[in-house]
Each structure stands twice: as C-alpha cells, then as structure tokens.
C-alpha cells in the first residue's frame, strides 16, 4: 500500500478538500451522468453516490493532483454497476397503477403514451444531441469525456481504465459514427459532405 493511500485527512483537511477540489465540478458530473443515463433523476442519483463515495475513500485520494479525472472515474464505475444491476433485474410493472388508470373515467383510449417520445421530450432536442445519444455508451462516453469535458487522453484511459490506444480508437471509430450520423443533417444545412 502506497503512502497515498495510508495517508490520514483530518476531518478539517477532508472537508477542506470535498469544498474546494471536489465541489467545483459539479455541473461536469452531472453533465456527464445525464448524458449516460439520460434521466436527470437518475442522473442527480448518480452525482450523489458519487460524491458520498468520493468522501468516503477520501484517504484514497491525494491532494493536489486531478480531482476532476478521480471523480470522474469514480462515476463511471458506479453507472456500469448500476447498469449491470438492473439489466440483470426484470422489468418492473405496477399493475395496480395500470389498471386504476385504464379503469378510470379519465382515461383517452386513443392516447397511450409513445415511450420513445416520452424519452427525448426533454432532452436538448436537436440532431446533434441525438446523434450523440444513440451511440453506444463506451463511444459516448469517450467523446463526452474528450471533446466535451477537455480530458487528455492519459486521463481518458484512467478515467475508463482501458489502454491510451483503446481509447484513440474508441475515440475515432464514435467520432466516425457519429459523423456518419449526422451527415444528412449537415448536407441540410448547406455543408459540403463528400469525401476527399
């Protein structure tokens, strides 16, 4: 064990740290959690856990060194084990709650609810946001964390912990899909797509 990690904060030092190089990204985390899951609850939950879990292995983390990559990474982990959970989980119905709708006076036959509107309906709307969300989360992932958050790639491959050529060619193959993706949108808004 490293001398890092038998350091011992004092509860002063550790507040100290939480405020003033753990707070100030914020927003980056939760802008990162709301492009994984899409569901700002879901993504607010995610902020949470991570923070509660940055405070408590806080001893784990050195002082002055990038507290936006171990953030980071301590939220990535936690969306893939969250994710893992419940895809291993089946699907859960209310059925109280369905029936008593459909038995209602209220209730507009013709009117169901389209799942997939419902999740976008609130999201930023446009192409790009789309393109990017309907990449696969390993190649969202790197083009969120690269071209929207600024991390180096050396950060990028601590951060996923994959290797730093991983995640050059993750990075290039998402960036490919999604300009494929958006290469009618451009061709619509007057850019020369072709080739050279």
């Known amino acids: 064990m ?6 011992k904060y004092s509860d002063k030092d550790k507040n100290n740290i939480f405020d003033h190089e753990f707070m100030p990204h914020i927003d980056s985390m939760y802008n990162f ?9 879901d993504a607010k939950d995610l902020v949470q856990d991570t923070y509660l879990k940055a405070y408590r292995f806080i ?3 050195e002082k002055g060194t990038n507290a936006k990559a171990w953030l980071f990474r301590i939220l990535k982990n ?11 989980q089946p699907a859960k119905v209310d059925y109280q709650e369905v029936e008593t709708y ?4 209220n209730v507009d036959y013709s009117m169901t609810s389209d799942l997939r509107v419902d999740a976008v ?5 446009d192409e790009i946001s789309n393109a990017l969300n309907s990449l696969a989360v390993d190649f969202r992932t790197v083009i969120i964390l690269c071209d929207l958050e600024g991390f180096t790639y050396e950060e990028m491959a601590k951060i996923l912990d994959i290797p730093i050529g991983t995640v050059r060619s993750r990075l290039h193959r998402a960036r490919n899909l999604l300009k ?3 290469r009618s949108y451009a061709e619509n808004m007057g850019y020369d797509t072709e080739e050279e």
Request: net charge positive; hydrophobic share 25%.
């Open 102 to 105: 459909y038995n209602s006076d």
């Open 180 to 182: 494929d993706k958006l």
């Open 2 to 7: 490293s001398e890092v990690q038998r350091k």
């Open 121 to 125: 309906k609130d999201m930023l709307g």
């Open 33 to 41: 959690a709301y492009r994984l899951t899409f569901d700002e609850d």
């Open 59 to 61: 001893n784990s983390f």
């Open 78 to 88: 936690s969306f893939i084990n969250e994710y893992r959970k419940k895809s291993k």
